[in-house]
């Protein structure tokens, strides 16, 4: 399994007037961790793409469930339970400085060749990390 978390706080420009963040963002969070997670486990997404290997979101799936608001501390986190083949699954969760679950979603990203633009397989480099 792999797992990553970031905390941040919530910054003005991400709120509406009523000082709550914006639905968005949270598509926004989410790659952030992801991309902390790639990079933490030695394969960062720039690796992936020198190599051959574009990753396309194929699906996010985002439950909002508690307000965000102004003011607040969020952790995000990213995990991945199984060995990527064809696509990689993220599960992702907002929480706010008080525990808090403000949004809960899946991401699911493809693999697809550089050169060509078809669906590949995951790359060796990526695959390996659940090796270990």
Known sequence: ?????????????E???????????????FETCRSKMMAENGYPVERCEEEGTLFPIVSIECRYLYPARMGDVL??????????????????????????VCARGTVVVGFLDKKTGRPCRCPEGLASLFDE
């Open 75 to 100: 952790t995000v986190s990213a995990k991945v339970e199984k060995k990527p083949l064809a696509k990689f699954t993220f599960e992702q969760e907002v929480r706010n400085q008080r525990g808090e």
């Open 1 to 13: 399994m792999l797992y990553s978390e970031v905390e941040f706080p919530v910054r003005y420009y």
């Open 15 to 29: 709120t509406d007037q009523m000082g709550i963040v914006h639905h968005s963002n949270y598509i926004r969070y």
